[in-house]
């Protein structure tokens, strides 16, 4: 399998946690390292596992759009706004 590798291109939050899950999963369960024992995945995790494969398979089949809407900041008065500018108040 690849690298894991953090400069990866950007991905929809959702799947990057799936990714990372994913990642976990086999570092758990894989021999890496000898003072390092393996283990097996908790139900839990393995419930998770599957619900992760499933995230990213729908994202790669381009069956689900995980595109997380930008908020839209609130409108500024500027310099480039069309509006009149406000009168000068003179002091008496």
Same mark, same amino acid.
């Given at each position: 399998?690849?690298?894991?590798? =953090?400069?990866?291109?950007?991905?929809?939050?959702?799947?990057? !946690?799936?990714?990372?899950?994913l990642?976990?999963?086999?570092?758990?369960?894989? +021999?890496? &390292?000898? #003072?390092?024992?393996?283990?097996?995945?908790?139900?839990?995790? @393995? #419930?998770?596992?599957?619900?992760?494969?499933?995230? /990213? +398979? +729908?994202?790669?089949?381009?069956?689900?759009?995980?595109?997380?809407?930008? +908020? #839209? !900041?609130?409108? %500024? @008065?500027? &310099?480039?706004d =069309? #509006?009149?500018?406000?009168? /000068?108040?003179? %002091?008496?």
């Amino acid at each position: 399998m690849g690298r894991y590798d =953090d400069n990866a291109p950007v991905l929809p939050p959702k799947i990057k !946690a799936a990714f990372d899950f994913l990642h976990h999963a086999r570092m758990v369960t894989e +021999q890496t &390292d000898a #003072s390092i024992p393996m283990r097996t995945l908790t139900p839990l995790e @393995k #419930s998770v596992e599957v619900a992760a494969l499933r995230t /990213v +398979q +729908q994202y790669l089949l381009g069956e689900m759009d995980f595109v997380e809407e930008a +908020q #839209s !900041a609130p409108p %500024t @008065k500027g &310099d480039d706004d =069309d #509006s009149a500018p406000e009168p /000068v108040k003179s %002091t008496p």
